[in-house]
């Protein structure tokens, strides 16, 4: 098990730039696979990106694909959302999540690990 804690939502122009930031306890970070997921208001939660334990697979959903980049580095047991070119519908709260397995996986359920969350929201 690993306590996540996000950081670095806020308010920003359409257009603009933000980064969120995932910072994992525990010694076996290296061995999980971490994702971000968002929920906007009266909608389910979504994946976003995913990232295996080594940084090798990633995955994204396709409204972010070439705008949104995941990225790990396991000597600081942190995950990062680097997110580029917002559009009014990326405003959500986003999630960190972790999973104990290989794979990258697009459904919640797989994942046993979440953060509270942060609030991102990108205004017209």
């Known amino acids: 098990q690993v306590q996540l804690v996000e950081s670095g939502g806020g308010l920003v122009q359409a257009g603009g730039s933000l980064r969120l930031s995932c910072a994992a306890s525990?010694?076996?970070?290296?061995?999980?696979?971490m994702a971000w997921f968002r929920q906007a208001p009266g909608k389910e939660r979504e994946f976003v990106a995913g990232i295996n334990w080594n940084g090798i697979s990633l995955s994204y959903t396709p409204s972010v694909k070439g705008r949104f980049t995941i990225s790990r580095d396991n000597a600081k047991n942190t995950v990062y959302l680097q997110m580029n070119s917002l559009k009014p519908e990326d405003t959500a709260v986003y999630y960190c999540?972790?999973?104990?397995?290989?794979?990258?996986?697009?459904?919640?359920?797989?994942?046993?690990?979440w953060g509270q969350g942060t609030q991102v929201t990108v205004s017209s």
């Open positions: 525990g010694r076996t970070f290296s061995s999980y696979t």
């Open positions: 999540a972790a999973v104990l397995l290989r794979g990258v996986y697009y459904s919640s359920t797989y994942y046993s690990d």
